[in-house]
């Protein structure tokens, strides 16, 4: 196995972009390996092997192998940019609460509504705004007086929120009534090796999210 980091990603999964956008940010040497959802191959039995639930983002790195996008934003911290996961204790446990924020409010409001109108998923439009709006709610109002979501610099709860904050409007939940959360997603995209997530046309399968 390669000893650089190879990132298995879909180009319009806002999962898999955080972690490309953290490598990317982090300086990590890496590889990204684009899965081809469309065709299905996140089923074939090689790619299982490496997730069982069949599902992009997947690293590895070396002999590791991690799947679950916050999983692998805390391991990659960890071994190779620590500056983006506090060692104090409660600045730690503030991050770690943006990243239970990304896998519920975030995932269920803004995320799951964007599945809607681009990927045609089955969901609640009017639950997902719902949704959406107590998330960006919660974070407009953190975000007074403050530049990132912990501390003075990046962190990966930054990196966790970004992708699916930034492209919320393509599930028709507008950013206008949250002017701190618009200036949080300037600063990143003002960071050095910030790479964008592709804009997603309408009208693709839901199972390319």
Known sequence: ??????????????????????????????????????????????????????????????????????????????????????????????????????????????????????????FDADFCQMIADRFLNKLEAHLEGRDYLVGATPTIADVAIYSYTAHAPEGNVSLEAYPNVRRLLANIEGLKGFKPMPVTPVGLSAAAA
């Not at 299982?48 to 790195?61: S, T, Y």
């Not at 239970?100 to 998923?121: E, Q």
């Open 1 to 122: 196995m390669s000893n650089t980091l190879r990132i298995h990603s879909f180009p319009l999964s806002g999962h898999a972009h955080r972690v490309e956008l953290f490598a990317s940010l982090a300086g990590i040497a890496h590889e990204v390996v684009n899965v081809d959802l469309a065709n299905g191959a996140q089923k074939s039995d090689a790619f299982l092997a490496l997730n069982p639930n069949g599902q992009v983002p997947v690293i590895e790195d070396g002999e590791v192998v991690i799947s679950d996008s916050n999983a692998i934003l805390v391991y990659l911290a960890r071994k190779y940019a620590p500056a983006y996961l506090p060692s104090d204790p409660a600045a730690e446990a503030e991050v770690q609460k943006f990243l239970t924020l990304a896998a519920g409010d975030l995932a269920f409001g803004p995320a799951a509504a964007r599945l809607i109108t681009v990927f045609n998923a089955p």
